[in-house]
């Protein structure tokens, strides 16, 4: 991936209304092309980071699961 990872969140043992406040947040503050990595177990906590970030442009650049986790990194887009 040409462009580094600028923030990286672990989901899996945080207070979810707090670690999505923390998300947006540092998406926020991130500059156009700036990769967002967010990790964790819940499948309805990925559905809902989706929500979350649905007000903001991004691109999801790369994704991986499996029966334990799930890690999805959002590009930041214009």
Known sequence: METKI??????????????????????????????????????????????VLQTVNYTVVDTEEDDNFYCICFKKEN
């Open 6 to 51: 600028k923030h990286k969140f672990d989901l899996r043992e945080a207070i979810i209304p707090f670690a999505f406040l923390k998300v947006t947040q540092a998406f926020r503050d991130m500059k156009p092309g700036d990769i967002l990595q967010v990790t964790g177990d819940d499948p309805k906590t990925r559905k809902e980071i989706f929500k």
